[in-house]
């Protein structure tokens, strides 16, 4: 059985004694969380120290991005290795805003991916459609797209360990959530997508997250859909009540 995986994407959000903040109520108020494993997504600056805030608690850390050099001259960005000496486990990779304003392609994504496994992290990988593209009846056209791209090359015991998370561009940060049913049938194209490229049981293995406006309040439903297999989480997991209340879907 898949284990569920809710992850928090802070995006710019909280300064150091802001992020410690909300990690201490979160580990009260988690506490009793069980059959979910907790990810938070600090920024880049926040990662450290609140990995030392982590260190006795289930709750694991994620980045949002990373570059897939292993070091030298690249101002401004940071590697694999760097991830996992602040203490991060996971990575975003391929958000929806990095493609839109930061110029990430399928290629870009790719070669991110190849580096966060070979350094040992685990990268969330995101695809979804534009509003303009869901219209014209292109959803699963681009999420293949953006599934092929960002797998290419990789093995089949790689991507058997990954998450990808499905979060239709339009859903994402607008108050508008996906339909259960319609997320829950984009995820299962995502897996029969995968299973066509890396084999069933593979495929089986792979978590798919749903993300885009997700609340205390629909979380239940897309949990409950099958191929849905947690949630990434944006302006609601800035606040630990309302994070913590989707971590306790059940
Ligand atoms: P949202 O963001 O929950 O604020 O819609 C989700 C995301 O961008 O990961």
């Given at each position: 059985m898949r284990v569920p995986i809710i992850a928090g994407n802070w995006k710019m959000h909280k300064t150091i004694p802001e992020a410690l903040a909300l990690v201490e109520q979160l580990k009260a108020l988690t506490a009793a969380a069980r059959e979910v494993e907790i990810v938070v997504c600090p920024p880049f600056t926040a990662l450290y120290p609140v990995s030392d805030a982590l260190k006795d608690s289930?709750?694991?850390?994620?980045?949002q991005d990373v570059y897939w050099?292993?070091?030298?001259a690249f101002t401004?960005?940071?590697?694999?290795?760097?991830?996992?000496?602040?203490?991060?486990?996971?990575?975003?990779?391929?958000?929806?805003?990095?493609?839109?304003?930061?110029?990430?392609?399928?290629?870009?994504?790719?070669?991110k991916i190849k580096a966060a496994l070979q350094a040992g992290l685990v990268p969330i990988m995101c695809v979804g459609e534009t509003l303009d593209e869901r219209e014209v009846g292109e959803t699963e056209l681009v999420i293949a797209r953006q599934i092929d791209g960002g797998l290419a090359g990789l093995t089949a015991a790689q991507v058997a360990g990954m998450v990808i998370a499905y979060e239709p561009v339009w859903?994402?940060?607008?108050?508008?959530?996906?339909?259960?049913?319609?997320?829950?049938?984009?995820?299962?194209?995502?897996?029969?997508?995968?299973?066509?490229?890396?084999?069933?049981?593979?495929?089986?293995?792979?978590?798919?997250?749903?993300?885009?406006?997700?609340?205390?309040?629909?979380?239940?439903?897309?949990?409950?859909?099958?191929?849905?297999?947690?949630?990434?989480?944006?302006?609601?997991?800035l606040d630990a009540v309302s994070f913590s209340k989707i971590v306790k879907f059940k």
């Open positions: 289930p709750i694991s850390l994620g980045a050099e292993p070091q030298g401004g960005e940071v590697s694999p290795a760097m991830l996992t000496d602040a203490g991060c486990r996971y990575v975003i990779i391929g958000h929806s805003e990095r493609r839109q304003l930061f110029g990430e392609t399928d290629e870009t994504v790719n070669k859903a994402i940060g607008t108050g508008r959530t996906a339909s259960a049913d319609d997320a829950n049938s984009v995820c299962d194209y995502i897996r029969r997508r995968i299973a066509n490229m890396f084999g069933m049981e593979n495929a089986q293995k792979l978590r798919i997250q749903y993300g885009g406006s997700v609340k205390p309040d629909n979380i239940a439903e897309l949990m409950a859909q099958s191929e849905i297999d947690g949630a990434l989480v944006g302006g609601a997991s």
